[in-house]
């Protein structure tokens, strides 16, 4: 009730005791939604409430086999994840390259090519990409229907063999759908779990650990512009294939662009899912750890059905944009064009190694000392260097939140660091004596550092920041620009460098349509040229400048009389009925009115 409410924020006792319990819920809500995801620590209610259900729903099954109700094995729940599985990536055919060196594109040929091979291009695909004329039968919406699960044969590619048949098959169609799984938590960089493929017929997913050297073979097909490729939201998928696998995408239709165009209430795949397809798809699975070998036939249901439907979504979305045009009166397929062409931006993106040194950082440097700021600084230089080195990502070895903790509180001894992460990293535990060597040094480091120098630390300046804008004197500026008025026979006007002579009555026409709207027209002329086109104003008539009005004088001073001095009592006696005789000037003085001037009777 109101009253209950005033006065828990009245009471102090009380107000304390509830924020003690409020806090302990929160953590106790915190840890369970860890224990689902263990790289996050959000307390948003969707999470926990999703996490919670997650971890019931486990122990239902676990009872239920316990029983021998179940005879099957427990399948893998989604979202608990065992990070302690070996890492696939140290089989990869491939080194990892973490340094801070530049990404270096990996391809050797380039099939479906425009222009020739360039190793020093960053993105080798640019010219293909931007000079691709999209065909009518492209653009053209076709009525399709939608293929159930049950009526598509699946095909889970993991050999050689499997994979070339596939490759083979996706040469003949004139459509695909593209999807990928990717893990980043036990990994710097990232890679590539499962790659999910479909066309109109079939179903294909691609497990690309034991057949890594092998996905390059795909470029044929994902470079040809014959092939439309669907994806869903291909922002990180196309710079994650160039990063695996060296493949680059040409002729791509972004559903989630298509969406926006069409301004849907939701741009998600799930939405897509349940409004078009009617189908309801289980969101659990966005954060399960993709590692896991082998599949378990939910978490290959679920990324089955993110290509699967793709298709026909591609089709519904074609027509919602040819309907929509036609209702803005527009070409019918301009809509579809424009999609197709946002599409492009999505493919010219190239692969950046990240740098992820301040990730999990935000609390701001300004509300931290000198010495928070240096050991900051140090921890985030220690947690980047061993995170490349292992091929970890940071937040695995230390969160950003334990992170600023251990700078704005150090601890003293090595139990006392140790009593601050309750959850260590074997990294963390390996590195405990060199991150109390840093906290000693930072201390002996902060007291020769300016407050300036340590926001620098944090925070520093850019080189495209330092550059400053070319000034120019007043006779540069005047040499480099030229802007004319009119001319009265002939004008020359410059595009590109290239003259081209204006007839006489278009410069008549002009000027006419100028005096209309009192402006002039304004044309820049190269510094070379020597042609005069300017025209000089006609001077204005300058008018004589007026005498400054004379203040006027009081009688006094008029008349040079000499004036009377007041008294110096705070109360001044003024005799109001003292009069005096007018003047031969007309003037009159009467009392306390001696310093005014009054017109003559």
Known sequence: ???????????????QKLGKLQSGIKNMLSSIVRFVSPETDSTDYNDIVEAADQCLEHVAKGLDTLKGNISQPLPVLSRVTNYELPKPQLKFPVTIDNSKTRFVPTLKEK???????????????????????????????????INQLEEIPLQIVQSQEEFEAMLSE???????????EHHNFRSYQGFVCLMQVSTREKDYVVDPFPIWNEMHKLLPVFTDPEIVKVFHGADMDVVWLQR??????????DTGRASRKLMFPKFSLAYLLQSICDVKTDKSYQLADWRVRPLTPDMIMYARMDTHYLLY???????????????????ELELTREVFQDSKEVCLKRYEKPDLKKVGITKKPEFMSIQERVLLEDLMEWRDEAARQEDESPSYILSGKLLTELACRPPKDFAHLMSKVPQQSPIFKRDSQKIL????????????????????????????????????TPQERQAKYTVTIFKPEKSLIFYDENPTEVKPSVQKKCQEISKQFHNYFAVILPKETTMQVEQEKPQKPQKPKEKPEEIPQSVQEKYSLPRKKLPTDKRLKINIHKKQKLTDKGDMKVGWLDNVELAPV
């Open 244 to 253: 695996d696998f060296g493949l680059y995408i040409v002729n791509m239709f």
């Open 111 to 145: 099939p479906n090519a425009l222009s020739e091979l360039n190793p020093n291009t960053p993105h080798p695909y640019k010219h293909e990409i931007e000079h691709l004329q999209f065909k009518q039968t492209q653009l053209l919406s076709q009525e399709t229907s």
């Open 170 to 180: 996706l040469k003949q169609v004139k459509e695909i759908a593209v999807d990928l």
């Open 1 to 15: 009730s109101p009253d209950q409410i005033a006065h828990h924020q009245t009471d102090s006792e009380v107000r």
């Open 437 to 472: 060597e840093i906290i000693t040094q930072a201390e002996e480091k902060a007291k020769s550092t300016t407050h300036e120098e340590s926001i620098k630390l944090l925070h520093p300046t850019k080189p495209h920041t330092q550059r400053k804008l070319k000034t120019f």
């Open 313 to 331: 979504i591609y089709d519904v979305l074609k027509q919602k944009l040819t309907k929509k045009a036609c209702q803005l009166k527009m070409h």
